[in-house]
Nanobody
Framework: QLQLVESGGGAVQPGGSLSLSCSAS????????IGWFRQAPGKEREGVSC????????YYADSVQGRFTITRDTAKNTMYLQMNNLEPEDTAVYYC????????????????WGQGTQVAVSS
């Protein structure tokens, strides 16, 4: 059974850091394009960061460039999102996802989704 499970969300003050993990089962992440997305209340789901397959190119939304880092551990079949210098605007439910074919870092192009983990940034 194909499954993506996120962990690591929580509450943090502005300027703080969080590390999200997404463990995969039933699929080999190395063979997929992967990404992190987020959705704030009343807003559309937006692409935060992606890694294309097979090229391995990385993409970051302008709003997180320089603060967030996406990585993938093939041995653990797990993907990560390191988030530093968090801002209140980063508050959202964060989702990991995998795409059968790479097109763009847009939610519509991703096929498999985790259940989401809440990130709240406030003082």
């Amino acid at each position: 059974q194909l499954q993506l499970v996120e962990s690591g969300g929580g509450a943090v003050q502005p300027g703080g850091s969080l590390s999200l993990s997404c463990s995969a089962s039933g699929l080999t992440l190395e063979l997929y394009s992967i990404g992190w997305f987020r959705q704030a209340p009343g807003k559309e789901r937006e692409g935060v960061s992606c890694i294309s397959s097979p090229d391995g190119d990385t993409y970051y939304a302008d709003s997180v460039q320089g603060r967030f880092t996406i990585t993938r551990d093939t041995a653990k079949n797990t993907m990560y999102l390191q988030m530093n210098n968090l801002e209140p605007e980063d508050t959202a439910v964060y989702y990991c996802a995998a795409a059968n074919y790479w097109r763009q870092c847009l939610a519509v192009h991703f096929d498999h989704w985790g259940q989401g983990t809440q990130v709240a940034v406030s003082s």
